[in-house]
Structures are given as C-alpha cells and as structure tokens.
C-alpha cells in the first residue's frame, strides 16, 4: 500500500513540474509573437489590409475639400482622408477590417453621397 501511495505522489510532483515547464514556454512564445507584432507595425506604420469608402474623386482640389468637409460634419466620428492619385484628388473615409463594416456605412451614407463605393486598401485600425 505504501509503494501505491509513493508512486502516486511522485507522478503527481513529475506532473506538476512538467506543467510549470510547459506554462513558461507558452509565455516565452506570447512574448516572442507580442514583440514580432511590435516590430510588424513600426516596419507598416501601423497600416494593414482593410478596406474604406470612396466618396469622392476628381481633378478639383477645392472641390474634393469641400466634399471631406461636407462628410465630416455629417459623420464627424468616423476618418476621412484626402488623396492625390494623379490625376485625381480623392477623398476616403472610414478604417475597415472586413468588406461587410464598409457595407455597413455605405448603406448608411449613400443618400448623402450617391457615388460612393468601396475600395481596398491600406488601412489604421484602433
């Protein structure tokens, strides 16, 4: 009976120290993968695959700030962004991770700008 019980409890102590063993290597790992993600987003800026609205392009200059002003004032809590990509001065709005959440804003929008579309691109999450 003694030799069950000894037995039993040295299997418990060798799982135990395999366990701490095992549970400082995931930690090891997680850090590895939080400082990659670091070193990720200053190589990206921060930047990722994503997707925004297109609600304006044009050759006007004044013509596409006043449209982003017209947005923002409308929608003051979602970004706007404003572009040269010749010939063409465009304004982009929203941060998107999925197409279906620029969807979403484009439904919700397009009664005040009827041309929007969306477009992938570059994008800043929060």
């Not at 304006?56 to 013509?63: A, C, K, L, Q, V």
């Amino acid at each position: 009976m003694f030799k069950h019980k000894l037995i039993f409890f040295l299997c418990i102590g060798f799982c135990a120290l395999k366990a701490q063993e095992n549970q400082s290597q995931t930690l090891l790992k997680v850090r590895e993968l939080i400082e990659k993600k670091a070193e990720y987003h200053k190589i990206t800026g921060g930047e990722q695959d994503g997707y925004r609205l297109k609600i304006h392009f044009g050759i006007d200059r004044e013509n596409a700030k006043l449209i982003r002003t017209k947005f923002q004032q409308k929608f003051s809590e979602i970004a706007s962004y404003e572009e040269y990509q010749q010939p063409n001065f465009v304004v982009l709005v929203g941060d998107f991770k999925t197409k279906l959440e620029a969807f979403e804003l484009l439904k919700k929008i397009q009664g005040d700008f009827q041309n929007s579309f969306i477009v992938r691109c570059k994008v800043r999450l929060r």
